[in-house]
């Protein structure tokens, strides 16, 4: 049988072997949808992977059952479980954990007669308002006075396009099982666009769902403006005075300026797209050659000017680059 539920969750286990042969145990570990060992299943293919018992060198688990060739031995009153040993063996592996099976499904079998009350309301903590930032993943909080009545919780974001995002965590995940209030998750879905986000959280089990007790926490996702460059190259003496400029791509940038200035207040003053700088996703090396000139200044001895590069994104304009002093010679 896989996965009853509280209508058929029934065992049978003759007298004789209830104890000492652990039958008990082991029919109980059915309701759970643990299964027997792999090769020899009940669930006709239905269970989960990971839900056989053990067959380990002179001993078996308590799901284990008719282990082939050498394996097996005698039942011991252990679940499988590859976290735990015996006599130094591994008492399962990955397609032999009881002991998830049990714990990923304790709350539903408990509900099965005697159902627990539904979760009560989370309240949201963090972000409050204000604003946040889509890189790197936000991280939302919230808290809960009863953290072993969860089974799990669902954290719903609606962007600013209207666009719904919907993740559900265990209470392990966000860090709130056993003893914990607080629970924190990273969102690491997709990035949030810029605007207004709304989120809540419901906390879920067999009994029901409660969603958060504030309802809808408003937040503004705010944009992260591109970063300053490296220049690389010219730099000194030069004797193009038409040179290729080139710098570090910022991933967030989709425009650069280029400013090359002297005495006079400029020489080039120029925008361009990522694209025409040759670095469109942000990770190559960028470069251009202008067709404006730099003088040399003949016949006096060369002066120096300088050049840098500032970013634009949509969330606004980056910082300008240090400068680099360049001098072109006749």
């Known amino acids: 049988m896989y996965r009853p539920n509280g209508h058929n969750a029934l065992a049978l286990v003759r007298?004789?072997?209830?104890?000492?042969y652990y039958g008990f145990a082991h029919q109980l570990g059915f309701i759970f949808g643990a299964d027997l060992n792999d090769g020899n299943s009940n669930m006709n293919g239905g269970g989960e992977a990971y839900a056989h018992g053990y067959c380990g060198t002179n001993f078996r688990t308590v799901m284990a059952y008719n282990c082939p060739g050498a394996t097996g031995g005698k039942r011991l009153p252990l679940w499988s479980n590859p976290d735990n040993t015996f006599n130094g063996n591994a008492t399962g592996d990955a397609s032999a954990n009881n002991v998830k099976v049990l714990n990923d499904r304790a709350l539903e079998v408990a509900n099965f007669r005697f159902p627990v009350a539904a979760p009560t309301q989370p309240t949201l903590s963090n972000p409050a308002g204000g604003s946040i930032n889509p890189e790197p993943a936000p991280t939302f909080t919230w808290t809960t006075q009863d953290p072993d009545r969860a089974s799990s919780y669902l954290l719903a974001i609606t962007d600013s396009a209207g666009t719904v995002h919907e993740h559900t965590y265990t209470p392990d995940e966000a860090g709130c099982a056993g003893a914990g209030t607080?629970?924190?998750?990273?969102?690491?879905?997709?990035?949030?666009?810029?605007?207004?986000?709304?989120?809540?959280?419901?906390?879920?089990?067999?009994?029901?769902?409660?969603?958060?007790?504030?309802?809808?926490?408003?937040?503004?996702?705010?944009?992260?403006?591109?970063?300053?460059?490296?220049?690389?190259?010219?730099?000194g003496v030069i004797t193009d005075s038409k040179p290729t400029y080139r710098w570090k791509a910022d991933p967030k940038a989709t425009w650069y300026q280029l400013w090359v200035g002297d005495s006079n207040p400029y020489v080039i003053s120029q925008w361009y797209p990522a694209a025409d700088v040759h670095c469109p996703t942000g990770t190559e090396e960028c470069f251009v050659k202008p067709d404006a000139a730099i003088p040399d200044n003949a016949p006096n001895p060369p002066l120096a000017v300088r050049w840098w590069v500032r970013t634009w994104s949509q969330a606004g304009t980056g910082p300008w680059s240090e400068s680099k002093a360049i001098s072109v010679l006749p």
Do not use: M
């Open 182 to 235: 607080s629970c924190t998750v990273s969102f690491t879905d997709v990035t949030l666009p810029l605007g207004i986000v709304h989120w809540r959280v419901t906390a879920k089990n067999a009994s029901g769902d409660t969603t958060s007790a504030d309802g809808i926490t408003t937040v503004t996702v705010e944009p992260i403006l591109p970063g300053k460059v490296d220049l690389i190259s010219p730099e």
């Open 15 to 20: 007298e004789g072997c209830g104890t000492g």
